[in-house]
């Protein structure tokens, strides 16, 4: 299985979303055999989710009735629990947070917690992108504490890891992104899917794309980390590249042994872009 996500960042009103999920429903129709074997994630910004969450609902309502069917239960025999489970877990298109506190509630204004997340239909939370770590001064400790509060909420956490220009000049890079997965990602839970998201920064936003031996080099360093750090569970551990990802790109960097799928921000805006990567 390959992962494509999208991270829309700070962009998009209900408006423009609308639009979105017009659009790509309508071109995702005719593509379908070619998304069969991939996981879409949308990550959208947060007061969007419930509404992503209602549209999407229907697909997984028709999965709900397919299990009922074939159990031989009424729907009233399911929990609300099991409900909400197999109805955000069946779905094609996931949704995910773009980041979450590590506790449950407090007093923490303007944060949102990875079981609120949970609640809105989310499976996957982005964390420790490298505009959290830089604008929001999040360091590996914090990112670590958020990794565990999302899986304890059942959530599949997508942990970006990546080096600055000035250490891929020094050829510092291997050492800060193992130094990132070593410190961000704690080995002493139960990861049921762990994905982790190569975004170098020079790249992100910059139309700037490494070439793709530099992405070889560090796509296979980081699998080499996962065997030895977190070898029960390196079959449910994907590694991602983001960082100025388009449909030129795609195709190639997915050729990549050790690229189990992408994260785009920019080009998953367009919807019809978006699926043209997903489809490469
Ligand atoms: P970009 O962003 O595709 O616009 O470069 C990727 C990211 O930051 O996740």
Known sequence: MRIVVANWKMNYCFEDCEKWLESFFEYSSSKYQN???????????????????????????QFLE?????????????????????????????LGGQDCHYENSGSFTGDISAKMLRSVGCNYVILGHSERRVYHKETNSIISQKVKSAVTNSLFPIVCVGENKQFR????????????????????????????????????????LPSIDEIDEMTRFIRSIIDERFHS????????????????????????DEVNGLLVGKASLDAKEFIDICTS
């Not at 839970?189 to 975004?199: D, F, P, Q």
């Not at 551990?237 to 990802?245: A, D, E, K, N």
Request: hydrophobic share 40%.
């Open 66 to 94: 397919k299990v009922a069917k074939s159990e031989g239960r009424s729907l009233s025999d399911f929990s609300v629990e099991e409900i909400n489970n197999i109805m955000f877990d069946n779905r094609p298109v996931k």
């Open 233 to 256: 569970i390196s079959q449910e551990t994907f590694i991602l590249y983001g960082g100025s990802v388009s449909s030129e790109n795609s195709k190639n960097i997915m050729s990549l």
């Open 35 to 61: 998304l069969k074997d991939l996981e879409m994630v949308v990550c959208p910004p947060a007061v969007l989710l419930d509404y992503l969450d209602g549209e999407l609902m229907e697909d997984g309502f």
């Open 169 to 208: 000049d020094q050829g510092e890079h291997l050492h800060i992104v193992e130094k990132q997965i070593l410190d961000s990602i704690p080995i002493n839970i139960s990861y049921k899917r762990l994905i982790i998201a190569y975004e170098p920064l020079w790249s992100i936003g910059t139309g700037i």
